[in-house]
């Protein structure tokens, strides 16, 4: 089993737009613009911060706004209603913490006392976290930087270990601040690769992909054409001695290798044979010396007019 890297000790998640998923969309008189601009307003704030109640804070955002409290208690039940666990990166994370069983998990999220209750009924899997910190509990949120730093104390976390995952820039750039690796949260793949890099062992992580790769690793251009070359499998058998995970098409008797392991791409229909593929191919595969000597002998009779060996 892979070990924690030594970087990387604890991760700590928001958990609304990260872990959850929720729709502003009710059939109410409220557009989402309205909800997600009440989500956003200091009197939202105090109500996440435990500073009012439930009641208090629909009564003062629809006095706010003009609206209709009743109707303000309705929408925000709906987006209740709404939330869903993300499974699959729910999934991922446990594939983790099972990998990794020192590795601890903790959540910090911007969320008041009623909703935290609601949101602790949806089935998820809370058990793989180590702890939670909702900002009503701790009378703060974030991005003040005293949020970070309560959990920071609580959890005993070594910022400098501890990486943390939030879909708000702005959130990301506090956790920076008091010396958290951040994350944003944008897209799920980048993010994923981001927290297998400073979680999983780099050496044990490129083992495994040679390994499952063998025979299959051909260069591929950012148009995604396949080139099947000999050079990039030298370069490969040169750093790993492992010929089995390289797909090679041996040169002739004569100790000559060309670029190409079969037919010839974006160029001409016939490819000679070329002194930087047939230099690593002598060398890597030590070949034999007077074949090796033959071959140089060839390659100074490609000199240009400054003396300088051309490639072919």
């Known amino acids: 089993m892979a070990h924690i890297s030594p970087h990387v000790s604890t ?9 959850f998923t929720w729709s502003a969309e009710t059939p109410t008189s409220l557009s989402p613009r309205t909800i997600r601009d009440i989500t956003s307003s200091p009197t939202w704030g105090r109500y996440e911060c435990g500073k009012l109640t439930q009641e208090e804070c629909y009564q003062l955002v629809a006095s706010e706004r003009g609206l209709d409290p009743d109707e303000v208690e309705r929408a925000f039940q709906y987006a209740r209603d709404s939330l869903k666990p993300s499974n699959d990166f729910y999934a991922f994370i446990r594939s983790l913490k099972d990998r990794h069983p020192n ?3 903790f959540a910090m999220s911007n969320i008041s006392g009623p909703d935290y209750e609601a949101l602790r009924t ?8 180590d702890d939670i910190f909702p900002s009503y509990a701790s009378g703060t949120r974030k991005p003040n930087l005293g949020f970070y730093q309560h959990v920071l104390r609580e959890t005993g976390s070594d910022p400098r270990f501890t990486v943390f995952v939030d879909d708000k820039a702005e959130n990301v ?17 980048a993010v994923r690769q981001a927290l297998l890099h ?4 780099p050496v044990q992580r490129a ?9 299959r690793m051909d260069s591929i251009t950012d148009t995604g054409l396949v080139i099947g070359d000999n050079f990039a499998q030298l370069l490969i058998y040169e750093l790993t001695n492992q010929r089995q995970l390289v797909e090679l098409v041996e040169s002739p ?6 670029f190409f392991r079969n037919r010839p791409a974006l160029t001409t229909a016939e490819y000679p044979y070329d002194m930087d593929t047939t230099s690593i191919g002598l060398t890597v ?9 033959l071959v140089m002998d060839e390659m100074l009779l490609y000199l240009d007019e400054d003396g300088i060996v051309q490639v072919w």
């Not at 991760?11 to 872990?19: R, Y």
């Open 11 to 19: 991760i700590i998640f928001d958990i609304g737009d990260v872990l």
């Open 103 to 105: 590795l601890r998990i």
């Open 122 to 129: 949806k089935d998820a899997d809370w058990s793989m976290f």
């Open 173 to 189: 750039l506090a956790a920076r601040s008091v010396g958290l690796h951040g994350i944003v949260f944008d897209r799920v793949e």
């Open 198 to 201: 400073l979680v999983d062992d």
């Open 207 to 215: 083992t495994k992909y040679l390994q499952d790769h063998a025979g």
């Open 253 to 258: 008797s004569d100790g000559k290798w060309n």
């Open 285 to 293: 595969l030590q070949c034999d010396s007077d074949i090796a000597n």
